[in-house]
């Protein structure tokens, strides 16, 4: 097991990197490619003016055209079927195939043998806890279907992955090494009628640990504060108190699963920061309720564009200039892009 991975990444010297496609002895089209007709994100005049750089995951330009689009092309889900392959360190190995998902650990380890497995687990999932738990979370769904879901993260990285698996019936358990005999990986990013199909069963799935109200009638801020990396709302005690005073509750992303959940699963609108956090609207906001992002200047992204779109929430948006370390948002500009929202709503 030791010298697997090794002996393929020679072949990777003499061959040339291989590919999920090169070296899959099947490729199965799980959803095709979609086209879609998409409704127009609500922003104020101006706001787009603002914008000064990406995350820089994608170019500025993708990424504003990816906002802005009124017709989005969503690409296939594809299942891509390999044999004799290798988990080592956070990579899959299969022929001159690396596919990496997370960084190295180092440690010594005991290998699994599996005759079938499907991997459930990203690089950005790996990364990031809104892409595992929007992402990760469907795409194991998928995994379980086909084989034993393959999960490889660290076990500390999330602070609510453990009572969000426990609600969404799924055991992440996490691998480091392991041999298959077959095993599934997938390229699963698009926001397509398939993808559609898993939010929804996700979305049941949490209703029952969390039974929702029989009403929406609450704004919500939900609070970033210090998680993640820092992305300081300068003079945010003022901005609370100025939605406060227009019948906004405040929910701190730091807080228990069992405080965010049923807080959002009575929310029409909620307004917060952009980031990963705002992954706990996925499975929480109903088709028909709304979400206002406070977009900094020098991230703009455009990723929570079409996951709204595809469960039906509505979208908006407010850009926050640099301020030394902190991003500037007035209230006023949110208050009323808010406004915007939910009248598109009704």
Not at 157 to 181: D, I, K, N
Not at 202 to 210: K, P
Request: hydrophobic fraction near 40%; include cysteine; aromatic fraction near 8%.
């Amino acid at each position: 097991m030791a010298a697997a991975p090794y002996g393929r990444l020679v072949r990777r010297v003499f061959q040339g990197p291989g590919t999920a496609e090169s070296v899959a002895v099947d490729r199965e089209v799980l959803c095709p490619e979609q086209t879609a007709t998409t409704r127009p994100p609500v922003f104020l005049t101006g706001q787009l003016d603002r914008v000064t750089a990406s995350t820089g995951h994608n170019p500025l330009s993708v990424e504003i055209e990816s906002m802005l689009a009124v017709r989005y092309t969503h690409a296939p889900t594809i299942a891509y079927h390999l044999r004799d392959a290798v988990l080592h360190d956070g990579s899959i190995y299969a022929k001159n195939m690396r596919h990496f998902i997370g960084r190295r650990t180092g440690r010594a380890g005991q290998v699994r043998h599996i005759r079938k497995g499907a991997l459930a687990s990203s690089a950005v999932g790996y990364t990031y806890f809104g892409h595992w738990l929007r992402d990760d979370c469907c795409q194991y769904l998928l995994a379980e279907q086909a084989g034993h879901p393959i999960c490889v993260f660290r076990p500390s990285a999330f602070e609510h992955l453990p009572p969000y698996a426990s609600c969404l019936r799924q055991a992440w358990t996490p691998m480091e090494y392991a041999v298959f005999g077959e095993l599934t990986i997938y390229q699963d990013f698009a926001q397509n009628s398939l993808k559609h199909q898993r939010y929804r069963i996700l979305s049941q799935r949490l209703a029952e640990s969390f039974p929702p109200p029989l009403r929406r009638d609450k704004l919500i801020y939900l609070r970033r504060g210090n998680t993640g990396a820092a992305r300081v709302v300068k003079d945010e005690p003022e901005l609370i108190n100025a939605l406060q005073r227009n019948g906004f509750e405040i929910v701190d992303v730091a807080g228990p699963l069992s405080e965010i959940i049923p807080t959002l699963q009575r929310a029409k609108l909620v307004i917060s920061m952009e980031g990963s956090h705002v992954a706990h609207c996925t499975f929480t906001l109903d088709p028909g309720c709304g979400l206002v992002l406070l977009q900094p200047a020098d991230r703009f992204t455009a990723i929570h564009r079409h996951w709204t779109e595809c469960v039906g929430v509505g979208l908006g948006f407010v850009v926050g200039e640099v301020d030394r370390a902190a991003y500037v948002f007035h209230p006023e500009e949110i208050l009323r892009t808010a406004d915007l929202v939910l009248s598109g709503l009704a």
